[in-house]
């Protein structure tokens, strides 16, 4: 009888193991990105990027480190040299929208280059040239704006 017993109750567990673990439920795994570049929530961004720089153990050195070492003046004239540049650029636009060729070349010494603007015959109707010319290398760059 106590054989009987044993094994009824090795069959009783077996069977109560076998239905608790078909009574689990399992569903699928839904992959959500969290980083905005890859398709994930926009609002993620600044907060990976906080977190990143927090985890960032590598430290500039002195000479490449832009902290801290430009004074206020420095950073005026930067900001002044950026706004100059930008309203020569919209000079150009404004220029090249009229359609009118210049008269005469227009020249501007800016932070170290000099910026000639000249009207030109490219074969297929006139155009401003832009000639930027470093002084120091005596390298240049130019390129045309077609009149619109």
């Not at 239905?19 to 929530?41: H, K, M, V």
């Not at 490449?64 to 930008?86: P, V, W």
């Not at 220029?95 to 009118?100: E, V």
């Not at 800016?110 to 005596?138: C, F, K």
């Given at each position: 009888?106590?054989?009987?017993?044993?094994?009824?109750?090795?069959?009783?567990?077996?069977?109560?193991?076998?239905?608790?673990?078909?009574?689990?439920?399992?569903?699928?795994?839904?992959?959500?990105?969290?980083?905005?570049?890859?398709?994930?929530?926009?609002?993620?961004?600044?907060?990976?990027?906080?977190?990143?720089?927090?985890?960032?153990?590598?430290?500039e050195?002195?000479?490449?480190?832009?902290?801290?070492?430009?004074?206020?003046?420095?950073?005026?004239?930067?900001?002044?040299?950026?706004?100059?540049?930008?309203?020569?650029?919209?000079?150009?636009a404004d220029?090249?929208?009229?359609?009118?060729p210049?008269?005469?070349?227009?020249?501007?010494?800016?932070?170290?280059?000099?910026?000639?603007?000249?009207?030109?015959?490219?074969?297929?109707?006139?155009?401003?040239?832009?000639?930027?010319?470093?002084?120091?290398?005596?390298?240049?760059?130019?390129?045309?704006?077609?009149?619109?």
């Open positions: 009888m106590r054989r009987f017993d044993v094994r009824f109750m090795v069959i009783i567990i077996t069977v109560i193991i076998l239905s608790t673990a078909s009574l689990s439920i399992a569903s699928e795994l839904i992959y959500r990105p969290t980083n905005p570049s890859f398709g994930g929530d926009s609002n993620n961004g600044q907060w990976m990027l906080n977190s990143a720089e927090n985890q960032n153990r590598f430290k050195p002195a000479e490449l480190s832009s902290q801290g070492e430009k004074g206020t003046l420095e950073s005026f004239q930067d900001s002044l040299t950026r706004q100059l540049i930008n309203k020569l650029s919209m000079r150009i220029l090249a929208s009229q359609g009118t210049l008269t005469s070349p227009l020249t501007y010494d800016l932070d170290g280059y000099q910026i000639t603007l000249q009207d030109v015959d490219t074969g297929h109707g006139h155009a401003i040239e832009v000639l930027i010319l470093d002084p120091s290398t005596g390298s240049s760059t130019s390129f045309q704006v077609p009149y619109i």
